[in-house]
């Protein structure tokens, strides 16, 4: 079994800053693809979006939306999987998960997701 749990939302007016981490543990041998996703509200989970991902070279990949913006990295140490968000924009405003593709101990692939973390981002 892996877990994944998400930590750093919260309050923020328009133009700072957040920085969310997400760190996976459990049976893990080896964690591929860490990505953010986002869910305004309201909106369903099919309507979930790719913000960011990170693979386990480390080739990131980011939504239009927040290129420029924010930056996704990882500590492979510490199975870790940061986003660092600035010039926050109130249409930034959403649930934040993040997924985990991994290899666990006994050799079988999952995806795991977090349980998410509120952005709030205020005019």
């Known amino acids: 079994q892996v877990q994944v749990v998400e930590s750093g939302g919260g309050l923020v007016q328009a133009g700072g800053s957040l920085r969310l981490s997400c760190a996976a543990s459990?049976?893990?041998?080896?964690?591929?693809?860490m990505a953010w996703y986002r869910q305004a509200l309201g909106k369903q989970r099919e309507q979930r979006e790719m913000?960011?991902?990170?693979?386990?070279?480390?080739?990131?990949n980011y939504a239009d939306s927040v290129k420029g913006r924010f930056t996704i990295s990882r500590d492979n140490t510490k199975n870790t999987v940061y986003l660092q968000m600035n010039s926050l924009k109130p249409e930034d405003t959403a649930v934040y998960y993040c997924?985990?593709?991994?290899?666990?101990?006994?050799?079988?692939?999952?995806?795991?997701w977090g349980q998410g973390t509120l952005v709030t981002v205020s005019e």
């Open positions: 913000v960011a991902i990170i693979t386990g070279g480390g080739t990131t």
């Open positions: 459990g049976s893990i041998f080896s964690i591929h693809t």
């Open positions: 997924k985990v593709v991994a290899t666990a101990t006994s050799r079988s692939q999952f995806e795991t």
